[in-house]
């Protein structure tokens, strides 16, 4: 079956950084993505990875090692309104978008 | 900006009523687009996917006759909630790729909760 992990929940403090992970094991791989969702709305584009590495985005970093079916976000700089769920998804072989449950990320001042 | 735009918002209806749900893409073309429901503190759930010109393609577990998908065009697909009952209450996601490369993210709509009473 196609499965991919998250931690459930993960606690940071403002102005630090933080490591979320991601493993998967899928039916083939076109592709790693990162969504960020605030509690009651839809989810936002983050970030997206395709090749082995690293790929930055101003505070935020998403990492991509296939051989190991892994990935990680990195966020810099935490900011509170960075508080939300994290939802890392990987598209199959047949294109198909496999969801991982999301890690519910938590900024204490 | 918004790249896909989903109406309404929110919507209350009483058990046995139909509610319909619109997605539409801004400024380009979606052939496919994928409609998600998502339960409180739950990941979300593909619902359907729907295709411009044929029928949706509905996962498993998911009732064809209850959950009416129309994808009129290019830019409109529509989600029907037939004969609502109250276990329907949720979180109504739609979804489309900007672009037609695997490297393309979806792009959400702002979701419509729907609360059915």
């Known amino acids: 079956g196609q499965n991919i992990d998250q931690p459930t929940e993960m606690t940071a403090t403002e102005g630090a950084i933080v490591q979320i992970n991601c493993t998967y094991q899928?039916?083939?791989?076109?592709?790693l993505f990162w969504y960020q969702q605030h509690a009651g709305e839809a989810p936002t584009f983050l970030s997206y990875n395709v090749l082995d590495g690293l790929e930055e985005k101003g505070r935020f970093s998403s990492f991509l090692s296939r051989s190991k079916g892994y990935s990680y976000l990195l966020l810099k700089e935490l900011q509170m309104k960075d508080s939300a769920s994290y939802l890392c998804a990987v598209r199959d072989s047949n294109y198909q978008l496999i969801w991982g449950a999301g890690t519910k990320l938590i900024i204490k001042p | 900006g918004a790249v896909v735009s989903q109406h309404p918002s929110w919507v209350i209806c009483k058990s046995g009523t139909s509610v319909k749900i619109e997605c539409r893409s801004l400024d380009f073309q979606a052939t496919t687009m994928f409609w998600y429901r998502q339960f409180p503190k739950q990941s979300l759930m593909l619902m359907a996917t729907s295709n411009e010109g044929s029928k949706a393609t509905y996962e498993q577990g998911v009732e064809k006759d209850k959950f009416l998908i129309n994808h009129a065009s290019l830019t409109l697909s529509t989600l029907t909630v037939t004969s609502a009952h109250p276990e329907d209450s949720s979180f109504y996601i739609c979804?489309?790729?900007?672009?037609?490369?695997?490297?393309?993210?979806?792009?959400f709509g702002n979701g419509t909760r729907l609360t059915v009473t």
């Open positions: 899928t039916s083939g791989f076109n592709g």
């Open positions: 979804s489309a790729p900007l672009g037609q490369g695997g490297s393309s993210p979806l792009h």
